[in-house]
């Protein structure tokens, strides 16, 4: 198994760009995430969802958008890119949304907002 | 409101000498504590998680970590550290919000030094 892939590993975009940041797994879990990494804040949640067609909002939810139309992929689409969402993107999954399983982390997307 | 407090940003501790990484913790409920850690430049990894039963938890590496429940704590332990432990180490707590879905809250992470 290839576990939690995201792609790319590093972007960078001007001000006002979209884009759409990639996650994908293969291990047929259930609950994906989308987290984003910042010095001193540890990891926010952005997005979540516990099952294909179900999506909810984290703590940090403003700018970005998910949808999840399969189990496998959970992609984040950022609508227009701001200097403030300038981090590292953490995707993870866990086997079901059951609040005692771990979650396994892809290897991140660092971004940077000019 | 959930929350987790690391309290050391960074520990640093001799290779061979036993390392504690500290961490306390807030919930309503019953109490799902979770313990990664993160090296240079990757993703986290699992190290151990408390769900209920023996408060001693042993984990991947050598790790364990201990719960405590009326001190609200889950410090993680190892009674020898290694250098190549050096890394960032996250406690995280899942509760179920008011909505109904889980929610999962990280530390803001304790750099761990392990000098040779």
């Known amino acids: 198994n290839a576990g939690v892939t995201q792609t790319p590993k590093f972007q960078v975009l001007k001000t006002g760009q979209s884009m759409t940041l990639q996650c994908a797994q293969d291990m047929n879990h259930e609950y994906m995430s989308w987290y984003r990494q910042d010095p001193g804040m540890g990891l926010r949640l952005i997005h979540y969802s516990v099952g294909a067609g179900i999506t909810d909002q984290g703590e940090v939810p403003n700018g970005y958008n998910v949808s999840r139309s399969t189990t496998e992929d959970f992609p984040l689409r950022l609508l227009s890119a701001a200097p403030s969402q300038t981090s590292v993107y953490f995707c993870?999954?866990?086997?079901?949304?059951?609040?005692?399983?771990?979650?396994?982390f892809g290897p991140g997307t660092r971004l940077t907002v000019l | 409101a959930q929350s987790v407090a690391q309290p050391e940003d960074q520990v640093n501790v001799a290779e061979g000498n036993p390392l504690t990484v500290k961490c306390t913790y807030s919930v309503s409920g019953n109490p799902y504590l979770f313990w990664y850690v993160q090296y240079p430049n990757r993703g986290l990894q699992f190290l151990l998680k408390y769900i209920t039963g023996d408060n001693l938890v042993k984990g991947s590496y050598g790790f364990e970590a201990e719960f405590n429940k009326s001190q609200t704590s889950f410090h993680l332990k190892k009674p020898s550290a290694l250098v190549s432990d050096s890394a960032l180490y996250f406690c995280a707590v899942r509760d179920w919000d008011s909505g109904g879905y889980q929610k999962v809250t990280f530390g803001i992470g304790t750099k761990l030094q392990v000098i040779p």
């Open positions: 993870a999954s866990s086997f079901t949304s059951g609040i005692t399983n771990e979650q396994f």
